[in-house]
């Protein structure tokens, strides 16, 4: 088969969704935080009441209290554990990634990293023995 027409078949086919832009979508909405650990503690409940987030596209705005956090994020779906990558848009770690680990089962998101982005990417979801990592774990609102 002649080149030309190869490519044209080809061109006729359509694209394979995006794996990332896939997975995003199925994080997309608010989700309130229900649990969390900081370096192998956990954080007392009435602490994370006023935590809440909001995934939309490849934004993520985390708010507690009155701030307002937002990053840009990336998704690897294919590593294990699956791979989160955010991208501060403002503050003091602005265009800086924090490199984390995420694991979604139904409406539960789980997120674990570094509070600093300069720290490798953790290997699972334990914080205990680690310093300044941490675990959150979200509950879709609906």
């Not at 080149?3 to 199925?26: M, R, S």
């Not at 939309?56 to 708010?63: A, H, Q, V, W």
């Not at 265009?95 to 674990?112: E, P, T």
Request: hydrophobic share 40%; glycine share 8%.
């Amino acid at each position: 088969m002649p080149l030309h027409f190869l490519a044209a078949a080809l061109a006729l086919v359509p694209a394979q969704p995006d794996a990332a832009a896939k997975e995003l979508a199925k994080l997309e909405g608010t989700w309130a935080l229900v649990a969390m650990e900081v370096d192998g503690k956990p954080v007392p409940p009435e602490r994370l009441t006023s935590a809440s987030l909001v995934i939309r596209g490849n934004k993520y705005g985390l708010t507690s209290g009155n701030k307002l956090a937002e990053v840009e994020i990336a998704l690897d779906a294919s590593k294990t554990p699956h791979a989160i990558d955010m991208r501060f848009l403002d503050g003091p770690n602005k265009d800086r990634v924090g490199r984390g680990i995420y694991q979604r089962d139904g409406d539960k998101l789980k997120i674990c990293r570094s509070l600093d982005p300069q720290d490798e990417r953790p290997k699972d979801f334990k914080t205990e023995g680690q310093v300044n990592y941490f675990v959150m774990t979200w509950q879709k609102q609906p």
